[in-house]
């Protein structure tokens, strides 16, 4: 493998796991369109499946540090990625008989709406953790199983999912919902990565290389993110910008008549 090929598979993976450590989500939508356009995957199919795969170590990795921190609720983690796995790997395999270039034209319309919703201003969180009956287990298996099919047919992490759907059904505070998004953005991704991989849609050394670039640039977002906690709106917005512009970009690629 020459350093042409190592370089853009490793600074690709270095900018999800970077902007992942430092806007606290969102940047595993990057991975698929960076895959396709300046790795040089050729088949979306295998750029979805080779990112799911990278996206669920960079998540693990990053679990681990919040887990550290205790920021964790691990019943409800554990339930809501067991249950979104079923939509996941009903998601996944939807996705796999796809054409590529719809599931790319509809891919881009998803980063519109994530993008739009990223330059939204956010509510202070209110109210505290709701009672464990039968309402909260419903709401939040329906929406584990929303999510899990998002993520697999998209082969995303979903944590810009996630994390509202662990407030909304459970009431947990925003540090614990992105902690504990985390177990599922893992999960979710692995689910998606085996799927693809039964179908020998994931190239492994590409995948290797983007988790090592992952996993050193999540860091170094995490680092940052400490020092610039109070510019996070502007940071929001900056990466909003960035998704937008990539969601034009991969929308005019695949267009009808494109």
């Not at 790997?89 to 993008?115: C, E, P, Y």
């Not at 944590?159 to 509202?164: D, K, Q, S």
Request: hydrophobic share 55%; glycine share 16%; charged share 5%.
């Amino acid at each position: 493998m020459t350093l042409a090929e190592f370089l853009p598979a490793v600074g690709s993976g270095s900018l999800v796991g970077f902007t992942l450590g430092l806007v606290g989500g969102g940047g595993s939508i990057l991975a698929t369109p960076l895959l396709l356009y300046v790795v040089g995957v050729a088949s979306p199919h295998v750029a979805i499946g080779t990112g799911a795969l990278a996206v669920s170590v960079n998540a693990y990795a990053n679990l681990a540090s919040h887990a550290r921190k205790g920021h964790v609720w691990w019943r409800c983690a554990a339930v809501f990625a067991a249950i979104g796995t079923l939509g996941t790997i009903l998601g996944s395999s939807l996705g796999l008989v796809v054409d590529g270039r719809h599931l790319l034209l509809l891919f881009g319309l998803v980063m519109v709406a994530v993008g739009l919703l990223m330059l939204r201003p956010r509510a202070a969180p209110h109210g505290g953790s709701r009672p464990v009956d039968r309402r909260m287990c419903i709401v939040t298996a329906a929406l584990a199983l929303a999510t899990g099919a998002a993520s697999g047919f998209f082969g995303i992490g979903g944590g810009f999912l996630i994390v509202p759907a662990l407030i909304f059904a459970t009431g947990m505070p925003v540090i614990n919902a992105v902690g504990s998004s985390l177990l599922a953005v893992g999960t979710f991704g692995l689910a998606t990565a085996l799927n693809y991989a039964s179908q020998g849609l994931i190239d492994w050394p590409v995948a290797g290389e983007f988790i090592l670039g992952g996993v050193a640039g999540g860091f170094i977002g995490m680092l940052l993110a400490t020092r610039l906690a109070t510019h996070k709106t502007a940071l929001n917005r900056i990466f909003a910008t960035l998704v937008l512009a990539v969601a034009a970009y991969v929308i005019a690629r695949n267009f009808p008549g494109g």
